[in-house]
Each structure stands twice: as C-alpha cells, then as structure tokens.
C-alpha cells in the first residue's frame, strides 16, 4: 500500500481544479463516448484537448496527481497524468497506475503523456516486451511509437532492442492496431532502421496471421519494399 504526507496548499488546488474539471462536462460528447464503447463508470465527455488546456494552468505536482487519479473519474486521471512528475512515480505507483488504466483511452493517455519521460526506460521497455501479459506490451509499444517520432537524436539502441523482441503471436486487439503505427515510425527514421523492421516482420509474417494482416498494412505504406 502507497501513503503520502497530505498538504493543505495542494489540497485547497485539488479541490479548485478539480471544480474546473466539472464544469467540462459535456453531455452530447458522454454519450458519443457510449456509442464507441467507452463505458467509464466515472466521465463528464470532457475533450482531451480541454483537459490539456486547463492542465497547462498548474504546475506538475506529485501529490496533485495522486489525489486527480484516486478521484478515479476518466477526465481527473487524464489531468493526472499531465502533472504528474515522472522521477517522483514510485514502481508500486507504475504497476498500479498502469492495472488501474481500464480503457485503451487512458492507457495511451497515460504512456503519451507520462510513461515516455520516465527516467529507466532503457532499462523498463525490454523487461515490458519480455512479459506474458499484453498490456505492458502495448505500453512499450505506444512509448516506442512516440520516442520514434518526436526523439529525433536518440540512440538506435532502444528501437532495436524493441523490434528484436516483438511478441511471436500477438492477440491484444489493440496492441494489433498500435503495432504497425510504431514500427512505421521506427522504420522511417533511418534507412538502416527501416531494414531491420521489414527483416524482422518478414521472419514473422509466415507464422502468424496477425503479423501477415501488419505486414501488409505496412507494405502499403512502404510500397518501395516490395
């Protein structure tokens, strides 16, 4: 079990911010969210885009963010991890945080936005690619996905050590749909990179159905491969 030393200071923020994050509430977009299977027992159909503004109103803080993610609402632990510190994340904090995540949408949320700064990820995304259980594997694969695309001067090492370890028989359906998105953007920051992604698909496409349907998807977008 995780404890933290209260503040009054933080406290008396919480209690405003998480008033602003009430008065988001949008009925119309609640609803939509329903129809696109997004059942959250605890949402106001705030937008993403509205929480990251209102977000960019307050300083990252560790027990803020504790406090917006036991709220257990999807908008404050949306908010939650935009001001969380990730140095201050304990690995109890990771574990939970990440079990606690019960949609794709605040998965991704929570790896776009926090997981890809934590400060181990050298050493944490081989230990993720390496377990039995699917949902650390999508996380790896989304804060990949990310690094690829926004981390222009960092080592190849990383995005190797990804591709060599990719699962053999992947099943999550949202892992499936993530995967070709982050072996795209690996494969266009070099040539080199590029060689090593079809190389490794080639070797998995012929014994499994899923990676012949990325294999494909990504044939599509690298037709010079063929």
């Not at 009054?8 to 119309?28: M, S, Y």
């Not at 650390?136 to 995005?159: P, S």
Request: proline share 3%; net charge negative; with cysteine.
């Amino acid at each position: 079990m995780e404890f933290y030393i209260d503040d009054e200071q933080v406290e008396k923020q919480f209690q405003e911010l998480f008033k602003e994050i009430l008065q988001l509430r949008n009925g119309e977009v609640h609803s939509e969210m329903k129809k696109y299977g997004l059942n959250y027992s605890k949402a106001l159909g705030a937008s993403v885009i509205n929480l990251k503004e209102l977000a960019k109103k307050y300083e990252a803080n560790h027990l803020l963010a504790q406090k917006l993610w036991s709220k257990a609402f999807r908008e404050s632990r949306i908010v939650a991890t935009l001001l969380e510190q990730p140095g201050a994340m304990s690995e109890l904090q990771l574990k939970r945080w990440i079990e606690e995540s019960d949609s794709n949408e605040i998965l991704e949320q929570l790896c776009m936005n926090l997981l890809v700064n934590l400060p181990d990820l050298e050493s944490l995304l081989p230990i993720w690619m390496k377990s039995e259980d699917e949902k650390l594997i999508l996380c790896a694969t989304m804060i990949v996905g990310r690094l690829a695309l926004i981390d222009k001067t960092r080592e190849n090492e990383l995005f190797d050590s990804f591709v060599s370890l990719l699962p053999a028989c992947p099943r999550h359906a949202y892992l499936i749909k993530q995967l070709p998105r982050a072996l795209g953007k690996i494969a266009r920051r070099t040539d080199e990179m590029k060689e090593l992604v079809f190389a490794k698909l080639q070797s998995l496409k012929d014994s499994d159905d899923k990676w012949l349907e990325i294999y494909e998807e990504l044939m599509a977008e690298f037709p010079d491969e063929k």
